[in-house]
C-alpha cells in the first residue's frame, strides 16, 4: 500500500510540473515572443550567435567571466545588429560563451540539488513543505523559460523572489537529504571547508589584482575628461604595460594620441584590435598613420574595417568621411557620408554636414 502511494505521489508530481511548465508557458509565451520580435531591440539573434562563436573557440572553459560584453563586437558578423548591451539576453548561452562547459556543468549540478529538494518535499506529505516546494516548482519553471530571451541573474528585484522560497524550503528539511554517506563523514567536511577557504582567498587575490588595474584606468579616464594629459597618460601607459588588457591599451592609445606620438599609438591601437575590433580604434589607427605618413592603402583598410559594423553609428560613418576626405577620396567620403544620414536624418539639417556631401 505504502509503496502504490509513493508512485502516486510521484505521478502527481510528475503532472503538477508538466502543468506548471504548460501554464507558465502559456501565460508567458505571447509577452515573450513580442518581446523577442517587436517590443525588444531585434538584437538578441546576433547577441546568441556571437555567445555561440565564443564556445565554440573555448568549449571547456570559455572566454572568461565578462568576456562576453568586452568581446561581442569582434565575435559578431558584419551586417547583425550591434548594441552594447551588458549581456547576452540568454543565461545559459552566455554561460557557455564565459565560462564554457564546466559552468553549463556546474548549472546542471545547482539545478539538481534544487530539483532534488523539491522533489523530496513534495513526497514529504508535510503541507507547509509541499506548499514552499510548489512556490519554488513555479519560481524555476519561469527563470528557465524567461532566462532563455533575457537575463534576470542581474536583477536582485526578481532573483530573490525565488531565492527566499527557496531558503524557506531549505530551512524546514529537519533530517537529511540522502546526501552520499562519504560526504557526510566530519572528516570530508574538514577537507571541503580547507578547499573552499583556499579557493575563497584566491579569488579575493584575484579579484584585487583586477580592481587595482581598474582603478589606475579609472584614474587616467577621469584625468583625460579633465583636460590632465599628462596624468592621464602616466596612467594609462602604466596599466597598459602592466596588464595588457584590450581596455587598457585602447587607453593608452588615446593618450599617446594627444601626445602627438603616432607611432607609439599604432601598436597600441594595434594590441587593442587584436581582441575587440572596436571601429573606434580602427579610426584611431586610420588617423595615426595617416599623421605618420603611413601608406595610404593601409589607411584605407583600416577604414573600411570600421565600417564593418561602425556604418550602424553614424558618429563612426561622420569620422571616417572627414579622414576620406582628408586623403582626397571624395567618392568613399560621400558614401561614408551618406551611411551616417541614413542612419540618422536630422544630420542633414546640420550645415557642416549639407557642406560636405
Same mark, same amino acid.
Given at each position: ?7 502516486? &505521489? ?16 502559456? +501565460? ?14 531585434? #538584437? ?34 558584419? #551586417?547583425? /545588429? ?28 545547482? #539545478?539538481?540539488? /534544487? ?20 512556490? +519554488?516548482? $513555479? ?11 533575457? $537575463? ?6 526578481? +532573483?530573490?523572489?525565488? /531565492? ?6 531549505? #530551512? ?102 587584436? +581582441? ?34 561602425? &556604418? ?7 569620422? /571616417?568621411?572627414?579622414?576620406?576626405? &582628408? %586623403? ?8 561614408? %557620408? ?20
Amino acid at each position: 500500500l505504502s509503496r502504490g502511494v509513493l508512485d502516486r &505521489r510521484t505521478i502527481s508530481l510528475l503532472v503538477g510540473g508538466a502543468g506548471a511548465v504548460a501554464v507558465t508557458a502559456v +501565460v508567458l509565451g505571447p509577452t515573450l515572443l513580442d518581446r523577442l520580435i517587436n517590443t525588444g531591440d531585434g #538584437g538578441r539573434p546576433s547577441y546568441w550567435a556571437a555567445a555561440w562563436r565564443m564556445f565554440e573557440d573555448a568549449p571547456l572553459t570559455g572566454l572568461g567571466p565578462g568576456a562576453w560584453a568586452a568581446r561581442r563586437l569582434a565575435y559578431l558578423e558584419s #551586417g547583425e /545588429v550591434d548594441f552594447s548591451v551588458p549581456h547576452a539576453h540568454n543565461v545559459y548561452l552566455q554561460t557557455a560563451a564565459e565560462i564554457g562547459i564546466v559552468g553549463l556543468v556546474a548549472g546542471v549540478i545547482a #539545478g539538481l540539488a /534544487v530539483g532534488w529538494l523539491i522533489y523530496r518535499a513534495l513526497r514529504s506529505g508535510d503541507a507547509t513543505r509541499m506548499a514552499w516546494a510548489w512556490a +519554488v516548482l $513555479f519560481g524555476a519553471t519561469y527563470l528557465a523559460i524567461v532566462n532563455g530571451v533575457d $537575463f534576470y541573474a542581474n536583477l536582485p528585484g526578481v +532573483v530573490m523572489l525565488w /531565492v527566499i522560497p527557496l531558503a524557506m524550503l531549505d #530551512g524546514l528539511v529537519t533530517q537529511g537529504i540522502g546526501v552520499p554517506r562519504v560526504l557526510a563523514e566530519p572528516a570530508t567536511g574538514r577537507i571541503v571547508s580547507v578547499l573552499l577557504a583556499i579557493a575563497c582567498a584566491g579569488s579575493v587575490a584575484v579579484l584585487g589584482l583586477a580592481e587595482s588595474s581598474a582603478s589606475t584606468l579609472d584614474t587616467a579616464t577621469k584625468a583625460a575628461d579633465e583636460g590632465d594629459w599628462d596624468t592621464a597618460r602616466t596612467a594609462a601607459t602604466t596599466v597598459a604595460e602592466d596588464d595588457a588588457h584590450a581596455a587598457h591599451e585602447l587607453m593608452a592609445a588615446l593618450t599617446a594620441m594627444q601626445a602627438e606620438e603616432w607611432e607609439e599609438a599604432i601598436v597600441r591601437y594595434q594590441a587593442s584590435l587584436e +581582441v575587440d575590433d572596436l571601429p573606434h580604434a580602427w579610426v584611431g589607427l586610420a588617423l595615426a598613420t595617416i599623421q605618420s605618413d603611413g601608406d595610404e592603402d593601409d589607411v584605407v583598410a583600416y577604414l573600411e574595417r570600421a565600417m564593418r559594423m561602425g &556604418r550602424q553609428d553614424p558618429a563612426i560613418s561622420v569620422a /571616417v568621411a572627414d579622414l576620406y576626405r &582628408r %586623403m582626397g577620396r571624395t567618392a568613399e567620403a560621400d558614401e561614408a %557620408m551618406a551611411t551616417a544620414v541614413l542612419k540618422q536624418p536630422g544630420l542633414a539639417a546640420d550645415p557642416s554636414i549639407a557642406k560636405s556631401t
